[in-house]
């Protein structure tokens, strides 16, 4: 039973690897751009969340594992966004959102970056 629980576990473990090699360029392209928005778009980061498609659960989750770092959530939903749609969260997804809830200078800014 032991080794059977392991295999699945290994299994998980190296598909989320190679999901998560898949979608190095993602990361890297949105390094500079995600610190910023999680540096300076505050509590506004669940309805950016939710304007990128992020299911209402995925942030409870990371508001209750995170409850005391507004930043850190922020960076979690960004991060659990690219995940979810890898290749598809570009730069320029990111900035739409951005002005859909109004945050006009954080999309600017994420514009020059």
Known sequence: MHEAFLCICWSKMIHLCMSYT???????ELGKEHLFVANNIGREWRML??????????ID?????????LREQCRQ???TWMAKDRELATKEKL?????EIN??????????L
């Open 22 to 28: 898949c979608t190095m360029n993602t990361f890297t």
């Open 77 to 79: 939903c960004l991060i």
């Open 61 to 69: 989750q990371i508001t209750n594992e995170h409850r005391h770092d």
């Open 103 to 112: 945050q006009n200078y954080v999309a600017d800014e994420v514009e020059d």
């Open 49 to 58: 969340g939710r304007t990128l498609g992020i299911k209402e659960s995925d």
């Open 95 to 99: 900035i739409k959102a951005l002005r």
